[in-house]
């Protein structure tokens, strides 16, 4: 999805985006994305002092392209507000006979200090089937005490 031109972009689920250059077409839930890859999955936890997030994605083999991208999001306690702090990319890839592609490297943030803080990981993932792009995102959200 990474370059620009004129095509249809299928959103499935909740997810609402807007991409200059692409046309935004909802999608029925049974629709080409779901039935053509799983619905992205995502994972949150602290170790060694980072507060690290996961994602991952399979497509079969009818997908020509896939893409996924993952966000670690903090919500700052000076402002209240989220704050996206890292970002991996995974992509695009062809699957072929059907593949997983996923964050072998999280993204990943130091801790500040010792206190609890809210932390949310939300992976987005792509799929290019019969050239029609569709996308989904999962996301999940969790107060993590980094050290000690």
């Not at 792509?126 to 999940?140: F, H, K, M, P, Q």
């Amino acid at each position: 999805m990474t370059k620009m031109k004129q095509m249809a972009l299928r959103v499935a689920g909740p997810l609402a985006m807007v991409l200059v250059g692409f046309g935004v077409m909802a999608a029925p839930a049974s629709a080409g994305y779901l039935s053509g890859c799983t619905k992205p999955g995502v994972n949150l936890y602290a170790a060694a002092d980072l507060a690290q997030g996961f994602g991952s994605m399979y497509c079969a083999s009818n997908v020509s392209s896939m893409e996924l991208e993952v966000n670690l999001w903090e919500d700052w306690t000076s402002d209240g507000e989220w704050h996206d702090m890292a970002t991996r990319t995974i992509g695009p890839t062809s699957p072929g006979k059907g593949k997983q592609i996923g964050t072998e490297s999280p993204a990943t943030v130091p801790c500040k200090d010792s206190s609890k803080r809210n932390w949310k990981v939300v992976a987005t993932g792509s799929a290019d089937i019969g050239g029609v792009w569709w996308s989904d995102s999962s996301s999940l959200e969790e107060e993590l005490s980094c050290r000690g």
